[in-house]
């Protein structure tokens, strides 16, 4: 009898789940290690949210005294920013993780080991979730000490807020990894730029009136613009507009399955075509 | 019951119309070493990446340990395992942090205590704590070897495990292979360009050209079947395109079996 029988593979925990959950925190892990032993990673996780968040108080506070629609609440282009923060690093975040594997020319090994690649889309958007967090939350803090802005004055709202717009990012990270997966690493420059296209459609400091009329038809086809329309809503009226909420979340989630199709998709052509391998040379 | 760890039928692929494995068959059995033997782009890499399943087949039959490679993959990738100098592990991670990760990914039920197992059986003591990116050629290869026993693997897929190492290193690395697949039974199977290699491990050879399994058989069969002195004076032949001296190409009966279902 071969020592293979003892059979070590199997699962620690029972189950297809916790088979599946132990494979995604070894996906988590794998990053932790790696952000542990680099610190300028994050420093810069950090050191951008920051940097935007002081430069748009010192903006409010010259506007406070100059403008007439900032001085009706103090805090909207910190919350402003500081939300539009959490998309962007959403998605550079669930980019990033993706691209680290292809810089390291890891994906063929993670392509032949029992990680599904739905497994992979959950591990990459917990990655995704942490650098969010480990980006805005002390911007989020510091914002409170220097300008008396917080952003947790959204109240209970502000998780939804969140939840769509990291949604939302990880929805275009998937986007973008599939473009990757099938042009190559050649690509790698849209995981910086995609975020910028949406900005100005997204309503982020202004509101969508301000836009022509036919880019607001396109600003309500985006998840954004009701959350910044929705932040507004509480910071200068004071009312919860959970119509904007609904608005929100509904078309988040058509375009999480439009990102998760793109990208299982792409997958499976880069299978058939036998560039798993390649990607990344 | 079949007594086959790999059973491959008729397998083809074909890249934009070109052809690059062509009606291929063979097959694995447990405890054996089957070497993919042919020039560049004769189509063992194209082979083994279907094999994994990194590369979906255009025809034709894979079945891992009794699962359809194409449909069930997911039943079977804990159980086998792979290395190739053409597949890194991530740099920044040092050896420990890599191959406890890998432990995790493949479900190994105490990663620790295995590492510590692989780390005594592949001298790796003293590396655990280097940076993949700061080991050398042959350091590398001892740690990728590491990543794809992690499991125990039942069947190990190397291509050219070898490559690029001094001599010293290779003829470890081929010592090392033979010692444990006596050991454990499991299944190898391997590419390669190195007829030393081929003629200390391998139990079968498999001999590519243009796609093609062109020839097969033990190395010392096809050394007397050629009239050759050794494996490099076949592999040659066979790449310059050499007819087969006599007789079809024989196919081992399980594959019959494979082909009838």
Known sequence: ?281 | MSNSVVEVSHLAKSFNGVPAVQDASFSVAHGETVALLGANGAGKTTTISMLLGLVLPSAGHIRILGHDMVRHRYRVLHRINFSSPYVDLPRRLTVEQNLLFFGRLYGVGAPRARLAELAHDLDLKDLLKKPGGQLSAGQKTRVSLAKALINKPELLLLDEPTASLDPDTADWMRGYLKAYRARSGCAILLASHNMAEVERLADQVLMMRQGRIVDRGAPSELIERYDRNNMEEVFLDIARGAERPRGPVPEAQSLREVAAR
């Open chain 1, 1 to 281: 009898m071969s020592d293979n029988t003892a059979n070590i593979a199997a699962p620690a925990t029972p189950g297809a789940v916790s088979r599946a959950l132990s494979r995604i925190a070894a996906m988590v892990l794998r990053h932790v290690y790696l952000m542990r032993t680099s610190w300028p990673r994050i420093f810069e996780l950090m050191y951008w949210p920051t940097i935007q968040m002081i430069l748009w108080g010192f903006i409010t506070r010259f506007l406070l005294t100059n403008s007439s629609y900032i001085a009706q609440a103090a805090g909207l282009l910190i919350s402003a920013v500081l939300l539009w923060d959490v998309l962007f690093r959403g998605q550079l975040g669930f980019s990033l993780s993706f691209l680290e594997e292809v810089w390291s020319r890891n994906l063929g090994n993670l392509s032949v080991s029992p990680l599904r690649p739905s497994e992979f889309l959950l591990s990459l958007m917990a990655m995704s979730l942490l650098r969010t967090l480990i980006g805005v939350l002390p911007a989020a803090g510091l914002a409170i000490v220097f300008y008396k802005a917080n952003l947790f004055d959204l109240g209970l709202p502000l998780i939804g807020f969140f939840a769509i717009l990291l949604i939302f990012g990880w929805a275009i990270g998937m986007m973008v990894c599939a473009l990757i997966l099938r042009v190559g690493q050649g690509a790698e420059s849209v995981a910086w730029l995609a975020i910028f296209l949406i900005a100005p459609v997204s309503a982020i400091y202004y509101p969508v009136s301000v836009l022509p009329e036919w880019l607001q038809i396109v600003a309500w086809t985006l998840p954004s613009a009701p959350v910044f329309e929705g932040m507004r809503a509480i910071l200068i009226d004071g009312t919860i507009r959970f119509d904007l909420l609904a608005h929100g979340f509904g078309l988040v989630l058509v375009y999480l399955a439009i990102g998760a199709g793109l990208f299982l998709y792409a997958f499976h052509v880069a299978r058939r075509r036998g560039l798993l391998l390649q990607v990344g040379e």
